[in-house]
């Protein structure tokens, strides 16, 4: 009965942050944990949970997150066209070999410190003699902050031999997978399928693993996005844009609705477009080297007046107004600390912050997202997958590439021990499909 207990009143507790921040009015409920006891039954949790449903919005809430497609391009800001350079296909394979790598790279790094503060990491690293970050992060077992636990020993400076298992790499070759499978035409239920075929569900969290659950279940999609999901806006679909994205390069308009495509499974507005913005932006990044240019195609693909639009907007005004990255970091605690720590819109914030201050440099780039804190190895590896397109393999700093062996070890059936520079040339044909299927 504890753990049913603790479960349930989580999930409650959670739901009605969430609904908080989607700009419901929860007073009526603020003190309903208070009056749960462990005699409360299953079904008085339930209907609790169930009247959340009548809910309405707080008067002055004003943004407009639709999670439908045809609600999402009805709220788009005025067309942005994309300026591309013009690549030959050699080229233009560097650089999706570079996506690849600054993924593996940022996510590498940013591991052994995930879900630790700024403040933590910063105090493990003057510890250690490594602050500020310029390589991957040391292990020192007798530091004077063993408060601070570092872990995953084999994503740490000098025990580095292959990209190690995260689900942050998981995702991106699902989204490969997918693309090879299904091809341009894919649909969330192809997404679903692959999911419950090759998604081990251990391996997996939050908004995801309740998708999954909901998919056993055989709850109908989009249902499983919502649910018992309170994580339906946390960060897990922003960190599964690259596959799409990759196969969709030059294409932003196309990314995003691959993106969104794959997100509904388990997300709902700027869960959404969390996959959306990202998905258009890595895709872009192949073809427009300007950090400012990026932003600024990539917002053209969500709603214009939803919160995570807002927030890039501030993030891009700071960033004209700051000195430094640090103080841009302060403003991102003040306005966004209040999300979970593995929220879509705080960890975006601290992905775009990382981009304008890195200046299209793969390690200032990498190294401000994971000295920033929270969602380490997910932020830099989104920032380093956008730096890695945008730069291609050869233009990418040996240090930061060459200890994975071009060797990536993965928990998806079929991709473990698989060869990077060959999920590249993968990811690359997928390209190829993608801009013919748009050709005919």
């Known amino acids: 009965m504890t753990d049913f207990f603790m479960s349930t009143a989580s999930l409650i507790k959670n739901e009605l942050i969430q609904l908080e921040e989607e700009g419901y009015d929860i007073s009526a409920y603020t003190n309903g944990l208070t009056s749960i006891g462990k005699n409360t039954s299953q079904a008085e949790f339930l209907s609790m949970y169930e009247n959340f449903n009548t809910l309405e919005k707080r008067p002055g809430f004003l943004y407009i997150e639709p999670s439908d497609l045809e609600g999402i391009r009805n709220c788009l800001p005025s ?3 994309l300026h591309m350079q013009n690549r030959g296909d050699e080229d233009l394979k560097s650089h999706f070999l570079g996506a690849w790598l600054g993924r593996c790279a940022g996510c590498t790094l940013g591991k052994p410190v995930e879900g630790l503060t700024h403040d933590q990491i910063k105090t493990y690293l003057q510890a250690v003699d490594a602050y500020p970050l310029n390589d991957f992060i040391p292990l020192e077992e007798n530091h004077p902050q063993q408060e601070f636990p570092i872990s995953w020993e084999d994503t740490t400076k000098g025990n580095i031999n292959t990209m190690p298992q995260d689900d942050d790499i998981d995702y991106t070759l699902i989204g490969l997978y997918i693309m090879e499978k299904f091809g341009p035409t894919f649909t969330t239920i192809d997404v679903g399928e692959t999911w ?51 196969a969709a390069a030059g294409y932003p308009d196309i990314a995003a ?15 959404i477009y969390g996959e959306m913005f990202f998905a258009a932006m890595e895709a872009s990044a192949f073809y427009v080297d300007d950090i400012d240019e990026l932003i600024e195609i990539a917002l053209g693909q969500i709603p214009e007046n939803c919160r995570f639009s807002n927030m890039a907007h501030q993030v891009q005004q700071w960033h004209k107004d700051d000195s430094n990255w640090q103080t841009t970091w302060q403003h991102i605690e003040k306005e966004f600390g209040h999300y979970s720590l593995i929220h879509t819109i705080n960890n975006a914030a601290i992905i775009l912050a990382s981009l304008l201050f890195g200046e299209g440099d793969l390690e200032r780039t990498i190294c401000i997202s994971v000295m920033c ?68």
């Open 257 to 271: 609705e691959f993106a969104f495509r794959d997100a509904r499974l388990s997300h709902t507005k700027n869960g």
């Open 373 to 440: 804190g929270w969602d380490t190895d997910c932020n830099a590896a989104t920032a380093g997958s956008i730096i890695g397109a945008m730069k291609g393999s050869d233009r990418l700093p040996g240090k930061w590439i060459t200890p994975f062996n071009d060797t990536i070890h993965s928990a998806i059936m079929g991709f473990n021990n698989s060869k990077i520079s060959e999920l590249a040339l993968r990811s690359w044909k997928t390209y190829q499909a993608t801009k013919s299927f748009l050709e005919r």
């Open 79 to 81: 067309a942005r066209s």
């Open 196 to 246: 419950l075929d090759l998604l081990p569900y251990n391996k997996i969290f939050t908004a995801e693993r309740v998708a999954y659950r909901n998919l056993v279940n055989e709850i109908p999609i989009p249902k499983t996005a919502i649910h018992h999901n309170p994580y339906r806006e946390w960060i897990g679909a922003q960190i599964r844009a690259d596959g799409f994205a990759y």
